[in-house]
């Protein structure tokens, strides 16, 4: 069972065609990299996959579970890391947490126990009790990770993640993550527009003008170039 299937999917925006006969899976432990750039349709994808945009037309599942049907079931399997940051600034560490896992059921017990967990597992158990403010970006991003696997679940939205952090950040939390992938088997949309961010056998998606101008295992679709920035210029160009 794959942990993401999208079938079908269209969107608009009155007259504004902004998602276009999309369909592509994730399986379970895959990274796959949505690359695409300013305009493509990521950011309506990602509002899809998360609810907060209701379909339109095609059908989102999450291990099997209907977006729209069994939207609960479904949202249980997902875990989100949004381009702007939805952290308390004024908060601790670990009231952030603490709020989010109330918000999912978690009793106070069980909740701490997978924040210790989590906090660990992030390398920030030394910083729990400082408020997010007094965070870096790199720290801040670990923080909602942390927070976005406290329910468990089996697939990880990352869209554009890595925006605002410096290089070093950027490719310690792209590490990270593909860590979470090889050690728990979570399935992993990353968004981004940065190539650098994308290895050879990542499954790649490339967005463009609302379509998926390409899909398969990074080195396949990109081979006969002489790079993954030509194969990209050479994607989005045919769908211009």
């Known amino acids: 069972m794959n942990a993401l299937e999208v079938s079908?999917?269209?969107?608009?925006?009155?007259?504004?065609?902004?998602l276009q006969d999309?369909?592509?899976?994730?399986?379970?432990g895959r990274f796959a990299a949505l690359l695409g750039p300013n305009g493509a349709g990521k950011s309506t994808l990602i509002a899809l996959l998360t609810r907060l945009y209701d379909?339109?037309?095609?059908?989102?599942?999450?291990?099997?579970?209907?977006?729209?049907?069994?939207?609960?079931?479904?949202?249980?399997?997902?875990?989100?890391?949004?381009?702007?940051?939805?952290l308390d600034l004024d908060l601790g560490v670990e009231q952030n947490l603490h709020y989010h896992a109330a918000l999912h059921g978690l009793g106070r017990r069980q909740a701490q126990a997978r924040i210790d967990e989590?906090?660990?597992r992030q390398?920030?158990?030394?910083?729990?009790?400082?408020?997010?403010?007094?965070?870096?970006?790199?720290?801040?991003?670990?923080?909602?990770?942390?927070?976005?696997?406290?329910?468990?679940p089996r697939l990880l939205l990352l869209d554009e993640a890595s925006a605002g952090?410096?290089?070093?950040?950027?490719?310690?939390?792209?590490?990270?993550?593909?860590?979470?992938?090889?050690?728990?088997g979570l399935a992993v949309l990353w968004t981004t527009h940065l190539l650098d961010e994308v290895q050879a056998d990542d499954e790649?998606?490339?967005?463009?003008?609302?379509?998926?101008?390409?899909?398969?295992?990074?080195q396949r679709v990109s081979a006969g170039d002489v790079s993954l920035t030509a194969t990209f210029a050479r994607l989005t160009a045919e769908q211009a």
């Open 8 to 18: 079908d999917l269209a969107f608009a925006y009155g007259p504004r065609q902004a």
């Open 55 to 86: 379909l339109q037309q095609g059908e989102i599942r999450v291990l099997g579970s209907s977006l729209a049907r069994q939207p609960h079931l479904a949202l249980r399997q997902l875990g989100v890391v949004f381009q702007q940051s939805t």
């Open 118 to 120: 989590e906090l660990a």
């Open 165 to 184: 952090l410096d290089p070093a950040s950027r490719l310690a939390l792209n590490r990270h993550v593909r860590q979470l992938c090889r050690d728990q």
């Open 123 to 152: 390398q920030l158990g030394e910083r729990r009790h400082d408020k997010v403010r007094a965070l870096n970006g790199g720290h801040r991003r670990r923080v909602e990770i942390a927070r976005a696997l406290l329910h468990r």
């Open 204 to 218: 790649l998606l490339v967005l463009d003008h609302g379509r998926l101008a390409a899909q398969g295992p990074a």
């Open 22 to 28: 999309l369909s592509f899976s994730v399986a379970p």
